[in-house]
């Protein structure tokens, strides 16, 4: 095969991945990366007893091996563990965010090498070295794609998920560049992903195939497998026939390697609300609105919210049923705000979705494109605009860009691990759970072989 390709991309970002080590990480990356390794985790762990977790747990019982599915005492192949755990890390949809992505780096990612590190018997600083790399590879393939396939209705936590869970993976198996860049090329068959299936078990599923798919495409290089070494830019490849070559950017893609890294430059967005992220300005201002006074929920006659074109297509669920639904909506997330004064894993149980008071509310709720935001242009000023009439006659106006655990408005430490806590203390108690976040933020002094058991 003689491909004619653009840049060399697949070649370059591979080199890239084959060539990253610890010792060039920033500190302000190494950091970060274990922030979002024990994010990540905290997250999962809360998603153990969900029933889109519990169904892919359900299809890999029997089949044992060396690596841990998070929150039990079950052990199954790393392709397996990866397929689990990728799913309950998006399960919640508390996992964090990245703006070059436009989709969730860390939920594909973190689970695939720690399945695969049971294997290998990695050490910490592998680890994090490993899940840099592939965060790295998902969000400056993200720079290049975006938004044309973002918009062509593509679920970017699948189709670049997969191909930064292979170089995470391929990192960690210390493949070269050339079985790297085989790696990365396996991993473009197995992109997908429809964000038609938001709302239901399927798309938390899709950080578990991007997991899985990972996995098996580092292993399938490693193991001598062949494919196109040009696969994301030649004609027929992976920006062809997910964005179209007329419409991509591929120079974005290598554009400050190992100088700009996309993990602190634009950075990762973390979540306090198990909700899509954008609906989370929405609920900040609410829930600060009222927490001042300044929004009286039993007084609201009327809540105009209007936002980016991206926001009105991704939140398609105007009249929730499900909690799974409920996420998706844009209407229930702020009705729970106001109704429950919270918004908190509870609020997304199927029975609250459908309460009377929450039909109620989500009546007085008119969901707009804002006239600023209609392009594909203005996703970069995206903001939320909301206007509240009372009965008394007074009116609330805010208007936010970022939201809370936005790097922006970034969480201190603390804040970090009362979120990991929460998240995964329901199955092994707050303490143990504080240990947990305690190893996981210093998980790069673990010497070989010791992460495997920490989970």
């Avoid at 860390?106 to 840099?132: D, H, N, R, W």
């Avoid at 997304?348 to 009377?356: A, I, L, T």
């Amino acid at each position: 095969m003689e491909p004619d390709p653009i840049l060399p991309v697949t070649k370059t970002l591979a080199e890239f991945v084959a060539d990253l080590a610890w010792q060039k990480l920033p500190p302000a990356v190494q950091e970060e990366g274990r922030l979002a390794i024990a994010d990540t985790i905290g997250g999962a762990l809360a998603a153990v007893n969900e029933p889109a977790a519990r169904a892919v747990m359900a299809i890999v019982e029997g089949e044992t091996g060396p690596s841990a599915i998070w929150g039990t005492a079950l052990r199954t192949t790393p392709r397996n563990a990866a397929l689990v755990n990728g799913a309950m890390a998006h399960a919640h949809d508390i996992d964090d965010t990245n703006p070059s992505m436009r989709g969730h780096p860390s939920c594909p990612v973190v689970p695939a090498i720690f399945a695969l590190a049971a294997k290998t018997g990695a050490s910490g600083q592998e680890l994090v070295t490993a899940y840099v790399a592939g965060v790295e590879i998902a969000t400056k393939l993200g720079r290049a794609v975006n938004m044309p396939h973002y918009n062509k209705g593509w679920h970017t936590t699948l189709t670049l998920g997969t191909l930064g869970a292979a170089a995470a993976c391929a990192r960690l198996l210390r493949l070269d560049a050339g079985k790297t860049a085989i790696a990365l090329a396996i991993a473009g068959s197995r992109a997908g992903g429809l964000v038609a299936n938001f709302g239901t078990m399927t798309k938390p599923t899709h950080s578990g195939f991007a997991a899985e798919g990972g996995v098996t495409a580092a292993l399938l290089a490693q193991a001598g497998t062949t494919a196109n070494p040009a696969a994301l830019e030649c004609k027929n490849g992976f920006f062809d026939l997910f964005a179209g070559l007329e419409q991509v950017q591929p120079a974005l893609a290598l554009e400050a390697l190992n100088e700009r890294f996309d993990l602190v430059d634009p950075g990762n967005i973390y979540k306090q609300y198990p909700t899509c992220s954008l609906t989370h300005c929405a609920i900040d201002m609410l829930l600060d609105g009222v927490a001042e006074g300044a929004i009286k929920p039993d007084q609201i006659a009327s809540i105009d919210c209007g936002v980016g074109y991206r926001c009105v297509s991704t939140l398609p669920y105007h009249d929730a049923r499900t909690g799974l639904e409920g996420k998706f909506s844009m209407e229930y997330c702020l009705a729970a705000a106001l109704v429950h004064g919270q918004v908190t894993f509870a609020e997304f149980e199927d029975e609250k979705v459908r309460s009377p008071a929450i039909a109620a509310m989500q009546r007085k709720i008119n969901l707009y494109t804002h006239p600023e935001l209609t392009t594909p242009e203005s996703v970069p000023y995206d903001f939320t605009d909301i206007v509240i009439k009372h009965q008394d006659g007074t009116v609330f106006h805010g208007r936010e860009q970022k939201a809370k655990g936005d790097p922006a408005k970034r969480w201190t430490l603390q804040q970090f691990k009362d979120k990991f806590v929460r998240c995964a203390a329901g199955g092994m108690g707050a303490e143990a759970a504080a240990r947990l976040w305690d190893d996981l933020h210093r998980l790069d002094a673990l010497p070989a072989g010791q992460p495997k058991g920490l989970i």
